[in-house]
Nanobody, 125 residues
Framework: QGQLVESGGGLVQAGGSLRLSCAAS??????????MGWFRQAPGKEREFVAT????????YYADSLKGRFTISRDNAKNTVYLQMNSLKPEDTAVYYC????????????????WGQGTQVTVSS
């Protein structure tokens, strides 16, 4: 059916940058491009919204606290969504998940039906 696989996580010093990738494969994602989002979950905290982009990549929406530092984009020819993270802070440490929303484009977790396994991002001070 379909699979989302994140990559690009790792250990970075505060102030550094990382670019996460999310590769979509399978019939589920080869038809009409779905809105895609990034979420994150820090230890002991609930999963939270990071950013989302519409199906054709023309419009993006971000969590208020992350505007200006994170940028979401997509390349539908490669079935890949990206999250560029700049000026990273220790509080950005979390597992980052990409997800696809087949029905509603939103920031709500419940609207995202397909999820990757996550990639760990650790920011040292």
């Amino acid at each position: 059916q379909g699979q989302l696989v994140e990559s690009g996580g790792g250990l970075v010093q505060a102030g550094g940058s990382l670019r996460l990738s999310c590769a979509a494969s399978g019939q589920t994602f080869s038809r009409n491009p779905m809105p895609m989002g990034w979420f994150r979950q820090a230890p002991g905290k609930e999963r939270e919204f990071v950013a989302t982009v519409n199906g054709i990549g023309t419009t993006a929406y971000y969590a208020d606290s992350l505007k200006g530092r994170f940028t979401i984009s997509r390349d539908n020819a490669k079935n890949t969504v990206y999250l560029q993270m700049n000026s990273l802070k220790p509080e950005d440490t979390a597992v980052y998940y990409c997800a696809a929303a087949p029905l509603n484009w939103s920031s709500r977790i419940r609207d995202y039906a397909y999820w990757g396994q996550g990639t760990q991002v650790t920011v040292s001070s």
